[in-house]
């Protein structure tokens, strides 16, 4: 089945957590299925286009007519899709009604320009700070649901998928899978060339490198960035909301530029290791010993061991096997993503095989640690994964110590991938560590794992 699904142009979901790819609604026209450069692109236009006609006939903000505007905004996050930072479970959330506010006060501040273009929506993350692509994606995939329930149905009756009656859009019938507590859960199919990788929380970089193609564009912003040494995200986002705010000429040159240079997420590159990830749940790891049998009703000093033999699985095969060619792109190191992607495959499967629950990206109240192992309420292990490039000694001093705290355990493992940028990052953690140990603290452990790039199997020996 995932090859068919491959054949058709679709993504493979996973049902359990979350797929970091969004679906960008500037790519919905140049999408290859009818149904979405057709129906849902008219679906999406004509959404928005009462949003642009509500708010050109507002006179203040929360008057009628921008109540109306303020209808159209469906910030709630639609768990069909798999897409997203949900994380596990899968279940979707709500965002802060302010969001909303604030992208209505900017769609407004466009349309006082003179621009009517529905599609201005899709900006909102180059000029709103808490504006993220998964919010727009979110809200385009409740305007298109309909579209997206289309295609999965008629995909499901073309190969034999069993199908169940949903509310979903025109009353839909979808596939759907049962959760570990027992509810059904309907799916939607999303096509692969309307979606690209959510980029890191301050990757800058990632968002505004479609707009930046455009030499007008980046001169401009650079010019607005003028005398700043070291601009930061929020700077980054003033400039260009400034350079594309500036009438309603340049709005419209700012739109098209986007169109023009943004493109879908590559599963021929797979920066994010995703479809390599695929790969390894549906046909298994060479070489992937079974997890032997653990007690976990000796807490979490056995989970503990589980979690260590996880890592050292993963450690095997990527410095003595050819793993390690998954986390590179070309003679450049994959997202940090990716090498996490890949370990949660094989710990996933310990954990099956040992009635484990692992959760990635679980929330701690500060953020997201990588993964978290528990069996029970109180037994618990966590693992963070960082690039030799990232934050290291921060990670290690500072954001784990949080998390164990937020999670109410003492069990953590530090794991580090090291492209070979490393450099005095590991002594200075390992210093802490010691001063941790000598002052009768519990410090977490570390784990090394050499990820450089080296000769093929068959020129080792």
């Known amino acids: 089945m995932p090859k068919t699904i491959a054949a058709a142009g679709l993504i493979d979901p996973f049902l359990d957590v979350d797929v970091p790819l969004f679906i960008d609604p500037v790519l919905l026209e140049k999408s290859s299925n009818t149904v979405i450069s057709t129906s849902a692109v008219d679906r999406f236009r004509r959404h928005f286009e009462v949003l642009v006609r509500m708010l050109t006939i507002s006179s203040a903000e929360n008057d009628a007519a921008w109540k109306g505007a303020r209808r159209q905004l469906d910030l709630s996050e639609p768990p069909e899709n798999g897409l997203g930072y949900g994380g596990s479970g899968r279940s979707g959330s709500?965002?802060?009604?302010?969001?909303?506010?604030?992208?209505?006060?900017?769609?407004?501040?466009?349309?006082?320009?003179?621009?009517?273009?529905?599609?201005?929506?899709?900006?909102?993350?180059?000029?709103?700070?808490?504006?993220?692509?998964?919010?727009?994606?979110?809200?385009?995939?409740?305007?298109?649901?309909?579209?997206?329930?289309?295609?999965?149905?008629?995909?499901?009756?073309?190969?034999?998928?069993?199908?169940?009656?949903?509310?979903?859009?025109?009353?839909?019938?979808?596939?759907?899978?049962?959760?570990?507590?027992?509810?059904?859960?309907?799916?939607?199919?999303?096509?692969?060339?309307?979606?690209?990788?959510?980029?890191?929380?301050?990757?800058?970089?990632?968002?505004?490198?479609?707009?930046?193609?455009?030499?007008?564009?980046?001169?401009?912003?650079?010019?607005?960035?003028?005398?700043?040494?070291?601009?930061?995200?929020?700077?980054?986002?003033?400039?260009?909301?400034?350079?594309?705010?500036?009438?309603?000429?340049?709005?419209?040159?700012?739109?098209?530029?986007?169109?023009?240079?943004?493109?879908?997420?590559?599963?021929?590159?797979?920066?994010?290791?995703?479809?390599?990830?695929?790969?390894?749940?549906?046909?298994?790891?060479?070489?992937?010993?079974?997890?032997?049998?653990?007690?976990?009703?000796?807490?979490?000093?056995?989970?503990?061991?589980?979690?260590?033999?996880?890592?050292?699985?993963?450690?095997?095969?990527?410095?003595?096997?050819?793993?390690?060619?998954?986390?590179?792109?070309?003679?450049?190191?994959?997202?940090?993503?990716?090498?996490?992607?890949?370990?949660?495959?094989?710990?996933?499967?310990?954990?099956?095989?040992?009635?484990?629950?692992?959760?990635?990206?679980a929330n701690m109240g500060g953020g997201p640690i990588d993964f978290k192992f528990s069996s029970g309420y109180s037994a618990r292990v966590l693992v963070e994964m960082k690039r030799s490039g990232g934050t290291i000694v921060h990670g290690y001093e500072k954001q784990l110590e949080f998390y164990k705290d937020a999670s109410q355990t003492e069990f953590a493992l530090f794991v580090i991938i090291d492209y070979g940028d490393l450099g005095m990052k590991l002594n200075e953690i390992r210093r802490i560590q010691k001063a941790r140990i000598d002052a009768g603290e519990r410090a977490s452990e570390i784990i090394v794992i050499d990820a450089s790039r080296k000769a093929s199997a068959s020129k080792r020996h």
């Open 94 to 361: 709500s965002r802060p009604q302010d969001i909303r506010e604030a992208i209505l006060r900017t769609s407004k501040e466009i349309v006082m320009l003179g621009a009517r273009d529905p599609e201005m929506i899709s900006l909102m993350g180059f000029f709103e700070e808490d504006v993220g692509p998964d919010t727009i994606s979110d809200l385009t995939t409740t305007v298109i649901m309909d579209d997206l329930a289309a295609i999965t149905e008629a995909f499901c009756r073309a190969n034999g998928v069993p199908l169940f009656e949903t509310n979903i859009g025109t009353n839909h019938k979808l596939p759907r899978f049962e959760t570990s507590s027992g509810r059904a859960v309907p799916i939607v199919l999303v096509p692969e060339d309307i979606v690209r990788e959510l980029p890191i929380a301050n990757d800058w970089s990632d968002i505004e490198r479609a707009a930046m193609e455009n030499a007008r564009i980046r001169d401009r912003v650079n010019q607005l960035l003028g005398g700043i040494i070291r601009p930061t995200v929020v700077d980054r986002k003033h400039a260009l909301r400034s350079a594309a705010l500036a009438s309603p000429e340049e709005f419209d040159f700012f739109l098209a530029a986007v169109k023009e240079n943004v493109s879908n997420y590559d599963p021929n590159l797979d920066a994010l290791g995703y479809y390599r990830l695929k790969g390894i749940i549906a046909n298994g790891f060479p070489g992937l010993k079974q997890a032997s049998p653990y007690n976990l009703k000796l807490g979490p000093n056995e989970i503990m061991c589980v979690v260590r033999d996880t890592v050292a699985q993963f450690k095997r095969h990527v410095e003595a096997g050819n793993l390690w060619e998954e986390l590179w792109l070309g003679d450049k190191p994959k997202k940090e993503r990716a090498s996490q992607l890949i370990y949660y495959a094989i710990a996933d499967a310990f954990c099956k095989a040992n009635d484990l629950d692992i959760s990635p990206e």
